[in-house]
């Protein structure tokens, strides 16, 4: 199974984003996964979803967090079951101002219109299925 690309880079080398989590993860087949690797880029993403309009999730989480590793792949294979949705990864370390009001990882939030319509915390591989289907 091939991997995300994702070559951004901080200034020390220290890869961002989902290539940052170090897993060998899905293909995103249709291009609506992506990473934010900043604050800025991710509050770009986030204005982008109130332009477009269309489906999201976001899943916050972080690379040291257990939990959140093992369900990433998951929320990558959906990417790909639903194309007309746009998935994003946003690490809470790497965003740590536009991510300051997540208690939890992982986090789980839905948009429709650009407007947050749900939102979870923790695993569960066929309750982000359940919740990605059903917002969707």
């Not at 940052?20 to 880029?41: C, F, M, Q, W």
């Not at 991710?42 to 989480?61: C, D, E, F, N, W």
């Not at 998951?74 to 809470?92: G, H, M, R, W």
Request: glycine share 8%; hydrophobic share 35%; proline share 4%.
């Amino acid at each position: 199974m091939a991997s995300v690309k994702d070559d951004a880079t901080d200034h020390s080398g220290v890869k961002k984003g989902l290539e940052g989590t170090g897993l060998i993860l899905p293909v995103n087949i249709h291009g609506n996964l992506k990473s934010a690797r900043d604050d800025n880029e991710l509050k770009g993403l986030l204005k982008q979803l109130k332009a477009r309009k269309t489906p999201a999730v976001i899943s916050y989480g972080a690379s040291w967090c257990h939990v959140c590793r093992d369900i990433l792949s998951t929320f990558c294979n959906l990417s790909n079951k639903y194309p007309k949705s746009v998935f994003i990864y946003a690490d809470v370390d790497e965003c740590p101002e536009a991510t300051k009001d997540i208690r939890y990882t992982p986090t789980f939030r839905f948009f429709r219109d650009g407007d947050r319509v749900d939102e979870f915390y923790g695993a569960g591989q066929q309750r982000l299925c359940d919740r990605v289907w059903l917002h969707s």
